[in-house]
């Protein structure tokens, strides 16, 4: 039944909180595989090799991912005073969002469903 106190319970909850620097995106408009082409190619770099891929890279998910990745190394710097030139991508992932249904008319009367989906996607970095 009863585990133990409320603050019991939360201060267990906390101490087994990951405290790396990390920055997600909710609701970001692209599929989980598309944003995956560009987290699959920045996973395990450090990170100004990751900023420089993402910054050359065509593909519409790396100007959304630089812009995430820039957020975490803030929140690096800010909130747990690391220093860049240590800092590496340990995680990055992209899990699937909502999926907006849409209706496109078709030949003779029929409708075609069109689904436009989302994701959610988080970028942890680490000290060498």
Do not use: W
Not at 37 to 66: H, Q, W
Not at 84 to 107: F, H, Q, S
């Amino acid at each position: 039944m009863a585990r133990g106190h409320r603050s019991q319970i939360k201060r267990e909850r906390n101490e087994n909180k990951d405290t790396r620097p990390s920055a997600k995106l909710s609701y970001a408009r692209m599929s989980v595989q598309k944003a995956c082409f560009v987290l699959d190619a920045i996973r395990g770099k450090d990170v100004e090799t990751a900023l420089a891929i993402v910054t050359y890279n065509p593909r519409y998910a790396s100007s959304v991912v630089e812009k995430l990745l820039k957020s975490a190394i803030a929140n690096a710097e800010n909130n747990n005073g690391m220093k860049v030139e240590d800092l590496y991508v340990a995680e990055c992932y992209a899990n699937k969002g909502p999926t907006m249904k849409r209706i496109r008319p078709r030949a003779q009367g029929r409708a075609y469903r069109i689904e436009k989906r989302m994701s959610h996607i988080t970028i942890v970095l680490d000290e060498k």
